[in-house]
């Protein structure tokens, strides 16, 4: 348990506001230790991408045992801490959500994603449940004497209607992340916001290192170490970029321009 601890200790000292963390997301074994010959300081899952490996949607259709087994089988296989997309727990109630963080600390997970979006509901928890949710993590993880590394997803930038409306939502994400931070989260992670002055305005009234999604028309990794980010993660865009190099290199074995493959 000791390594483990120090594994996790360590993991919190990657997120320094100004030097952002890159987290390339993964989805098994042999895409993890690919990342890490490659030189990443740290491992993360993507949900969606694990769920589309085993033939699921994201949403946590995937079978919990399965989201266990394969993160237990990353960890095996790779030495660098590696965090977890968890979505939201795959629980509702506090006391569900308790035994479940027991299993993930069981496997040896440093950290994870956790969402204020409401699983196969509408809209996102209020504040005060998602604390409530937060904190049920936190006591999960202390009775272990574990340091969780709890990123603390809102959604609300994704769940906006279109991306002007952003504005609108930036004080309310400001309360989350202050209310979430009571609770005993320790990152805030925005997917979705890509305006460089309202990132800005994120990092500097935070009180918890954010985490930026990379997407198409973000800012770059230097822009964004220069607005204060402390982590950046890519989502689901390595999967579908794998699952395009396949599609392309397998056109052309089955439909190949000159007569030959290589």
Not at 122 to 144: D, N
Request: overall charge negative; hydrophobic content about 45%; aromatic content about 8%.
């Amino acid at each position: 348990m000791n390594d483990k601890v120090n594994h996790a200790k360590h993991f919190h000292t990657l997120h320094i506001k100004g030097d952002p963390l890159i987290l390339y997301n993964i989805w098994d074994a042999g895409s993890a230790k690919a990342i890490q010959e490659v030189g990443a300081k740290a491992i993360a899952t993507s949900s969606f991408a694990v769920a589309a490996t085993n033939g699921y949607e994201d949403g946590e259709k995937l079978p919990l045992a399965c989201v266990l087994e394969n993160i237990a089988h990353i960890i095996d296989n790779v030495t660098l801490p590696v965090t977890l997309d968890f979505e939201g727990g795959y629980a509702r109630a506090p006391h569900d959500l308790y035994d479940n963080i027991l299993r993930v600390i069981e496997r040896g997970a440093v950290g994870i994603n956790f969402e204020d979006q409401i699983i196969d509901g509408k809209g996102l928890y209020s504040i005060t449940e998602q604390c409530a949710r937060i904190h049920a993590v936190r006591q999960s993880a202390l009775s272990q004497s574990f340091p969780l590394f709890i990123n603390a997803r809102t959604d609300i930038f994704l769940k906006a209607d279109h991306e002007e409306h952003h504005t609108q939502h930036i004080d309310e994400a400001l309360e989350r992340a202050v209310a979430y931070a009571e609770a005993g989260a320790n990152g805030f992670f925005a997917p979705g916001l890509r305006n460089e002055k309202l990132i800005a305005l994120l990092c500097k009234y935070s009180p918890l290192p954010v985490n930026i999604m990379m997407q198409i028309s973000m800012p770059t990794h230097k822009q964004l170490a220069d607005l204060g980010v402390a982590r950046i993660s890519y989502g689901i865009y390595p999967y579908c970029q794998v699952m395009s190099l396949i599609k392309k290199s397998s056109m052309a074995v089955f439909f190949p321009s000159n007569g030959e493959v290589f």
